[in-house]
Every structure is written in structure tokens, then in C-alpha cells.
T-cell receptor, first 109, second 113 residues
Framework: GQNIDQPTEMTATEGAIVQINCTYQ??????LFWYQQHAGEAPTFLSY??LDGLEEKGRFSSFLSRSKGYSYLLLKELQMKDSASYLC??????????WGAGTKLIIKP | IAGITQAPTSQILAAGRRMTLRCTQD?????MYWYRQDLGLGLRLIHY???????GKGEVPDGYSVSRANTDDFPLTLASAVPSQTSVYFC????????????FGDGTRLSIL
């Protein structure tokens, strides 16, 4: 079966760095997406990785290892507005997205 | 502002009633999707459409139907609502290529009593 695993909840301090992990087992792989979803709102796109390595975009970076079925989202210089759920999704062999349940990130002052 | 519009924002519905959730996009995206999001679960694909005139079944299609008469509109119909269909429903669209992200509407919060 297809499976995406993420921690359910994480807590971090304002100004710090946090790493949110995602492991996956899917039928085929055509890229991995990270989305941010604030409570009561729609998911919004953060990053896309299809090749191994690190993609940096401002305070957010995303890493992919296809051989390990592993990705992480790194958030630096945390701000209170970063409190949200972070969703990992993998495009399978049919280019359909398989979604993880999301990691709720709580930022404390 | 370009984007995806969903209607209604929320709805309370009696079991057994028919309901259509509306979704319209103005980005000229080829692909459109309907998901449901339930607490503790990832987004689950109900139906999708890769281009106008075609539709496909996702992971949880039972009890739902869709149509794609044109590029912009992708309505989702619950023929006879049941309480297990209580959920938040998101419509999304993408340009269609595998590396293109999906853009989401604001969602419809549906409660079936």
C-alpha cells in the first residue's frame, strides 16, 4: 500500500530552527511537495523536490533522498505566523498526490 | 484576483438530501481535483479531471459524482448525503504537469445530520 508518515505535532521556540520529517512508500515517485495549512484555511504550496538534495527558498528549505524515501522541511528563524500544519505529499506513478496527515507546528514565544 | 472559488462556504444538510458543491477556477488550469479532509487523516482524493470532458475516480469516490463540461467548472454532487460524508471539502487545480503545484479553494465545511 501507499503510505506517507509525518509526526503528528511538534513544538518549537520563536527564532529557532525546526525540521519536519516525512517518510514515504508509494507506487512510483514523481516528486514530493510540501504545503502549509493554517487552521481553518486552504493548503498553500511551499516547495517541490524531484531530485535528491536541498532546495532553499528564503527561511524554508526542503530536502529529498529518493533512495531512503525521505524528505524534510527546514524552517529557520521561526516566527509566530509559522504556527500551522505542514503537509507532505508525493506524486505517485499516476501523478496523483498521496498526502500525509500533516504535522501541526506550535511556535512558543 | 485569479484563483479558485468554492461555494457554499459551509452547509448543514439533512441525511438523504442531494447536494452540489460548486468549484470555479479562472487560471485556465487543465487539471482539477476534489478532496475531503478529515481530522487525523491526510487529504483524500475523491474525483479528478485531467482536462475538460474527462473525469476519473480517486481514493474515495463512492457516494460522489463529478462533471467537467468546461475548463473552469468542476462541481461535486452528493446524490444522497450520509453522516459519514461530514467533512471539509477542498477543490484544487493545477496546470497539469507533474511538477506543477495544486492550488486550493477555501473549502466547504459540510455537516450531514
Amino acid at each position: 500500500g501507499q503510505n506517507i508518515d509525518q509526526p503528528t505535532e511538534m513544538t518549537a521556540t520563536e527564532g529557532a530552527i525546526v525540521q519536519i520529517n516525512c517518510t514515504y512508500q508509494t507506487s512510483g515517485f514523481n516528486g514530493l511537495f510540501w504545503y502549509q495549512q493554517h487552521a481553518g484555511e486552504a493548503p498553500t504550496f511551499l516547495s517541490y523536490n524531484v531530485l535528491d538534495g536541498l532546495e532553499e527558498k528564503g527561511r524554508f528549505s526542503s530536502f529529498l533522498s529518493r533512495s531512503k524515501g525521505y524528505s524534510y522541511l527546514l524552517l529557520k528563524e521561526l516566527q509566530m505566523k509559522d504556527s500551522a500544519s505542514y503537509l507532505c505529499a508525493v506524486a505517485d506513478s499516476n501523478y496523483q498526490l498521496i498526502w500525509g496527515a500533516g504535522t501541526k507546528l506550535i511556535i512558543k514565544p | 484576483i485569479a484563483g479558485i472559488t468554492q461555494a457554499p462556504t459551509s452547509q448543514i444538510l439533512a441525511a438523504g438530501r442531494r447536494m452540489t458543491l460548486r468549484c470555479t477556477q479562472d487560471m485556465r488550469h487543465n487539471a482539477m481535483y476534489w478532496y475531503r479532509q478529515d481530522l487525523g487523516l491526510g487529504l483524500r482524493l475523491i474525483h479528478y479531471s485531467n482536462t475538460a470532458g474527462t473525469t476519473g475516480k480517486g481514493e474515495v469516490p463512492d457516494g460522489y459524482s463529478v462533471s467537467r463540461a468546461n475548463t473552469d467548472d468542476f462541481p461535486l454532487t452528493l446524490a444522497s448525503a450520509v453522516p459519514s460524508q461530514t467533512s471539509v471539502y477542498f477543490c484544487a487545480s493545477s496546470a497539469g504537469a507533474s511538477n506543477q503545484p495544486q492550488h486550493f479553494g477555501d473549502g466547504t465545511r459540510l455537516s450531514i445530520l
